[in-house]
């Protein structure tokens, strides 16, 4: 039986990686494409990457569903509603969209395109751009909400989509599809589980097919009907032609599998061959051209859930459900023709398989029929047949069968329609393309062999070329170049013309050619055309293949300049130093052959730099190229004699050429352009303007100075000061506008240059004596030179120059104009003239300042009245004018008080040494600013009761500060601090009626830290009787202080004030730094009785703080206890309980709570009584707490109470009466400290079964224990009671309780584990036999059974794998019977669960486990290729017997080289025992198997099978074994060798041999076999030497068309053999003949022209399907005789296997061996016998 056509493996497990079983299912697990599996888990994703060797990544998502896209790293996540789109590589989120109803199924149908199906439409979702997922169609009816879907598909051409989906059927599943036209928008209902899209290429039409293939199975459909496959072509254009479309195909479903229905339909686009796969795990292969099924076979046990393909292997994926078995399938294309041809006997599928795919396999099925239908003149189908056979039959003898067929009559030739159809199925060979060649080219069509090359239908090929090279050489070098023909092709480059292309296409190829004798050719025949070699030869990649300077000269030679100028540019065009001499040459030729301006625009572009530039100056200088030729000097006195001629030059040309000079040059050369007159001064100006920072203002100017261009000077200087930084060229630019008058440029550089050294500008303005001013105005103004200035104006009588500059130019300078008017002892009335003329732009203070530096205030007097009689309010204007009144007595008081513009900070000082009051007075005016200063002169002064005064008056903290506070160095009072203070407390804050002002006073001097003044202070205002007495702060403040500073007045102060803050001072007497507690107690009891707290509320709040303070603060709970009996209040008995309970004494506080009706302290009461055991006290706490709180923890607490005191009776009232309690908890606390009796109360009222039936275990009540676990019915329960039965031997209710828990897998073992620790091992198989009966028993049960079977009850191992074995945990069963050396089981268990590999190992490892049968059963299923050879090896040692028998099962799938070199290496036994073997499987030609083989033959001596072997398989090392048989001492075997040496061309070894034995037939046919004129010549040679006559004249028959008929004959006359070569000669004269006959017919003019001409069209339109014969034939190159001759029968072959085939031959040429020769007789002549 053949081989499965199906190539599957597991490619991954993704349980083995991690991922639970519960996330491998449907919808958690997602495979677009083979690049990636997604699989969500409860707490992450899961992503493998497939292409890159399964690398897990996991990321915390939360999500519950994702897909990853099948061709990038876009995942995609769904949770409920909300759909989100991310790209992993970038790490962004690409779109996110919010559905408005849940998403049931999902795919990717692109990778651009996510399809989302919801229960009642299907919408697509681009990736691209912002837009929203787009409703496509509705769903339809028959595939409803009540239907799964499990597949969506889009059609190639994006117009179709199929929707499929199961659902729940009165006879199973049935299966619904909906196919929906986006176009036409009309659904189609279809009934079936599966389907797809696919696209093939179908034979005969040129578009691809688009073919819609499903499964049908109609749900009324009869039982037993099988499920019909249907392949239809959907979309096609009614105008292409009709649709392709197959009849529905049977799916033949196996007899086990009548429920079974598929879950996926799979296409391979790669071999166009559909995948459909089962629930159960059935894989069906179909062909989508034909439909027929190919295979089927079950590939899983489990349900494959997702599928995908691979597009470029034709791959698919599979995934099982739950185990996470990752399976990849693919067709094999070593078995899938042989399976069909041998298993479904079906040799046209076979064919046409084998053709489309290429499969191999069908070489013998293809000759087969290709004979078939040769034979029934079938030539179009024959030809089909070859076109779709691959390489198999496109052999030259195929060609010629078909030019051997003659044409019938009106129809094409037969070779022509072979053509044809390889034309249109593909593209021609080598031999093809030259045979269709040969006559179109004769016939004048290259239209045609042009189409066909630009088609790529042929191969191209040297000889190709060379036929179409006489008619189009364009088409040639085509061929030449599509084959890498190079020579050729660069030959045809020549004959082209495109002498440009034959370099870089010899580079490309890396042909080598002489170059130099091409150039040599050219150059007089083809000037361009060498230029255009010549250049791309110096341009070739990796350097120049001609010597560059003789190919120059050889141009020149023929006095080529302009071809040589082209070619050196080129050359040169890299700028190489080496080339110095060849750019020298360059310029030479042009500048002297007269070609100046070549030469110019040589050097203008700059591409040659390494020439000699002297050399070539002087060049340039001949020519009158001055520019160029200055270009090229660098000898200044060169560039000199050339700068002679600078008028002929571009000025913009020297300008230029400064540049490239040195600062030297540059100036020698400028002088020297100066020195000729000023026809040079324009440009000497443009160079010194542009250079003037590289050769320097000064020289620059000596040279304008030395030649006395003031002119060129000033404009030169002109140009670059606005810019320039140099105070030199701002001085000189001013000096040279002042010299040529032009003073307004003077005084703009003065008034906005500030560059200039003014200093020395100034010297020269002021020495030059302008006649206008302005500019040493400006310099002296900007500069503040202004006493120069008014000294210089002053004493050249400029005086309105003076008073313009002081109104008009800076004002703000007035003063120091002025002050120089004074110094220079000016007229006064001038000087208040310019004052008044300036007005208020005069500064004041400077003006003032100077005025009293020099005793001339009071000469401002009228300018300062004025200003203020304008309304200036400038502080140094009234300064001035007080200064003044003061001075003078002009009512000083007046002025200081009512004037609101001085400074306090000018006059005080001003007036202290005059009148201190003045000073004061002043001082005071500045309201805080002069602070100090007031201070200092009242203090100086004994001004004591005007500061206080003013003191209390400012309400300044900080400025009591300054007065109040000690200095930390002062040791004793400071009697000036002391008056103030006794001013303050006598006069100043008594005269107060201020409140703020006696606040801010009291707070001055808490802040200055005196608390004794401070008392008496207050007293004074408080307790001596004031406006002040009931103020309520300053009653705290006397009591604060006092607290303070002086606590034994504090209870004075409390007894006597009434109008304080009680609470406060009370809380400030609590405070730890004070602890006055009964002071603080006193208040609150004083401040607690009604005449003073009349609201209720606010007496209690005082008592309870009383109580506080003697709880909290004394901790006198005695006294705090007898307090509160005595006011009687519950906030007080609160407080009191609260205290006690911080001090643990509960007992005292529940009393304390109880007398207060207050619960709210029931946690900590609670606690502490739990704490301190007092239940009994608790439980009155607890009963009056219920009455106004319901909380759990009161309930709770008094079940806890009653139970610890044993009350069960009020217990169990309690519980069952209304509550709030958490009965759970209490219950498991009682549990927990052994109070089984109440916490069973407990479990029963709130029916915690489980709970309950631990309290009968304790209380060792076994039967209600297992009643109350019966009840909870829960898998610890039952462990925990099973467990404390056994313990108690109670086995029967311990066997009831272990059923219960052994249902649960996870817990078999915990089960296993107490009973094997108890010895209890016969119990223990009891208890897992009666579960064997459990309608719940699971897979775990019947494990464990057998292996505890495996340890204590071996015998029944066997029997319970065989019944049970579809239940069990292989794995862990056998690996028990390992454990137990239980082996035959084991063999059955792996046998059974397909491990086929382990079986066959432990048949291996362990002798007894042997079984011949079972072991065969097993080595061929074995996946571990290893295994076989294992197998082998085990077999040749302890079963050699069996070996063949082995070696019959394994041979399909074992490599045979390698079982061969193995029993090689075990030994020539074990060779011998391997024969048989090696005989069946020679047929598949194996180099190892044939030479073992022949080794044996020869050991044997067996010549006639050796022969056959040789003759039959030739894959094997020929050389070696004849060099090993030509020394046998056997004369066949001899023979043998001679003859393979013959096989492999060693015709002289050969011959050699068959001499030496006289085996002279077999020499003979060896040389006429190598066709070799020099090996025939020696065997005739050896013949005449050994007088062999009859063997030379056979040799001169056989060897007729490799023998020259001068050998011949010459041989004859030396050695008298006259009659013998006489047949020879005869022959030879026919065939001569015969040549020339047809050379003439074949050279004669044609008879009708016109009638060859429309044979030739009827030929050519044969290829397109018109009728006409096109014949072949060549005359006698290489002619097709019409009709074979019989070989002859008189000449003896039996000396070898076969004979070779008659050649192909010349009409009239006898047949033979290799061609005959008459006898005289006209017999033929035969072979002597040796």
Known sequence: MAAPPLAFNEVLNLQQVGVPDSSIKHGFTTMSSERWIVCVEPAQVTMIDMANNCQITRRPIQAEAAIMNPATNILALRSQTTLQIFNLDLKAKMKSHTMTEACVFWKWTSPKNLALVTATAVYHWSVEG??????????????????????????PDQKWCLLGGISQGAGGINGNMQLYSIEKKVSQPLQGHAGAFATIKLLGREDKAQVLVFHEKKADSPPGEPPKLFVMEVGRD??????????????????????????????????????????????????????????????????????????????????????????????????????????????????????????PGAENLYAAEFERLISQGQVVEAAKLVAASGAALRTPATIARFQQIPAQPGSPQPVFQYFSTLLESGKLNQQESIELAKPVLQQGRPQLMEKWLKDDKLTCSEELGDLIAPIDMGMALSVYLRSECHSKAINAFVQRGEYDKIVPYASSVGFKMDYTQMLNQLMFNNPQGALDLAKGLVNAEGGPLIDIQATAEAFLSGNRVQETTAFLLEALKDNKPEHA?????????????????????????????????????????????????????????????????????????????????????????????????????????????????????????????????????????????????????????????????????????????????????????????????????????????????????????????????????????????????????????????????????????????????????????????????????????????????????????QFLQNNMFYEPKVLGPFCESLDPSLAFMAYKKAAGECDDELIAISMTHGLFRDLARYLVERQDLDLWAKVLTKDENETEEDPQRRQLIDQIVEWALPESTNAEEVSVTVKAFMAADMPGELITLLERIVLQGSDFSDNKNLQNLLILTAIRADATRVAKYIDELDNFDA???????????????????????????PEFSPEKEDQIEMEVCAVGVLVDNMKDLDRAKNYAGTVDQKPVWSKLGKAQLVEKMPADAIESFIAAEDPSEYVQVCDDANEAGIWSELIPFLEMARKTLQENLLDTELIYALAKTDNLVSLEKFVTGPNVANIQNIGDRCFSEGLYNAAKILFVNINNNSKLALCHIHLEEYRDAVAAATKANNVSTWKHVCFACLRAEEFRLASICGLEVIKFPDHVDEIVTYYSDLGHFTHLVSLFEQGLGLDEAHIGIFTELGVLYT?????????????????????????????????????????????????????????????????????????????????????????????????????PVVDHSRVVNQLRRTGDHALQIGQAYMKAVQKNNLSAVNEALNELHVEDEDYEALRQSIDDYKNFNMIGLASKLATHELLEFRRISAYVYRCHSKWSKSIELSKNDRMYKDAIDTANESADPEIVEDLLRFFCDISEKECFSATLYTCFSHISPDIALELGWLNGYHNFIMPFFIQNLRQTHNRLKELESRTAPPEEETNNQDNIASTYGNLGGFGGVLMLENGGMGGIPSMAQPSPTNIDMSGFASAQPPQPHAPGMMNGAGGGMPMPNGGMMGMPSM
């Open 130 to 155: 912002n837009a929203d997922p787009v409703k496509v169609f509705d769903r339809h009816a028959s595939i409803g909400a009540g239907t799964q879907i499990i597949n969506y598909h889009v059609s």
């Open 238 to 359: 009614p105008s292409k032609g009709a649709p392709f479309r197959l009849p529905p195909t049977q799916i033949p479903v196996p007899a086990d599998a009548a429920t079974d229905f598929p879950v996926s339909i799979v296409n391979s686009s790669k071999d166009e061959i559909a995948f459909l796969i089962t629930k159960m795990g059935y894989l069906y292969m179909f062909d989508l051209h034909s439909g027929k099924t190919l295979y089927r076979g079950r590939v899983s046990q489990d349900t494959i859930f997702i599928t995908c393909n691979e597009e470029t292997t034709g791959a698919v994926y599979g995934i099982t459900v739950r185990k996470g078995s990752v399976l990849k399938f693919q067709i094999n294309p070593q078995t899938l023709v042989p399976y069909i041809t041998s298993t479904l006997r079906d040799n046209d599928l076979a064919i046409k398989l084998a053709g489309r795919l290429g499969l």
């Open 581 to 893: 001499y060849l750019q020298t040459k360059l310029l030479e030729i042009n500048l002297i052959g007269g070609a100046p301006n070549v030469a110019d625009a040589i050097m203008q572009n700059g591409v040659l730099t390494h020439y000699d530039r002297p050399h070539v100056g002087k060049m340039c200088e001949r020519a009158g190229m001055w520019q160029r030729a200055a270009e090229h000097y660098t000898d200044i006195q060169d560039i000199k004699r050339v700068f002679k001629n600078s008028h002929q030059m571009n000025p913009e040309f020297v300008v230029t050429f400064f540049g490239k000079m040195n600062k030297d040059q540059s100036i020698m050369l400028l002088k020297d352009m100066m020195s000729r007159g000023p026809s040079n001064m324009q440009v000497c100006v443009e160079v010194a303007k542009k250079y003037h920072a590289e050769l320097g203002s000064e020289l620059l100017v000596e040279v304008f100075e030395s030649n006395k261009a003031i002119e060129g000077l000033y404009y030169y200087l002109g140009a670059i000061v606005n810019f320039s930084e140099e105070p030199f060229v701002h001085f000189k630019y001013i000096q040279a506008s002042c010299m040529l008058q032009q003073f307004k440029e003077a005084e703009r550089v003065c008034r906005d240059s500030n560059i200039y050294d003014p200093k020395e500008v100034k010297d020269y303005l002021k020495g030059a004596r302008l006649p206008d001013p302005r500019p040493l105005i400006h310099v002296c103004d900007r500069f503040d030179m202004v006493d120069e200035l008014t000294e210089y104006l002053y004493l050249n009588s400029l005086l309105q120059y003076i008073e313009v500059y002081v109104t008009k130019v800076s004002p703000q300078k007035t003063p120091g104009v002025v002050g120089k008017l004074f110094d220079l002892g000016a007229n006064e009335d001038f000087t208040k003239r310019i004052l008044m003329a300036v007005g208020t732009a005069c500064p004041v203070d400077e003006m003032v300042e100077i005025a009293e530096t020099r005793n001339r205030l009071r000469l401002l007097q009228p300018w300062l009245e004025a200003r203020v009689a304008t309304g200036s309010t400038e502080a140094g204007t009234h300064n001035a004018l007080g200064k003044i009144y003061i001075t003078l007595n002009k009512e000083p008081k």
């Open 1063 to 1089: 609470k406060d001072i009370a809380l400030i007497c609590i405070n730890e730094n004070h602890m006055l507690y009964e002071e603080a107690f006193t208040i609150y009891v004083k401040f607690a009785r």
């Open 1351 to 1451: 340890k204590h009850v071996p015998e029944k191992v066997m029997e319970h794998c065989k019944v049970f074995f579809s239940k069990l945990n292989v794995s862990k069963v056998v690996r028990a019977c390992e454990r137990a050396r239980l082996f035959p089981p084991a063999v059955y268990l792996y046998m059974t669960d397909k491990q086929y590999d382990a079986a066959v190992k432990i048949m291996m490892d362990r002798a007894p486990s042997f079984n011949n049968e079972m072991f065969l059963d097993c080595i061929v299923k074995v996946r571990n290729g290893e295994v076989l050879y294992k197998a082998v090896s085990y077999y040749i040692t302890y079963h050699p017997m069996k070996f063949t028998r082995l070696m019959e099962v394994i041979e």
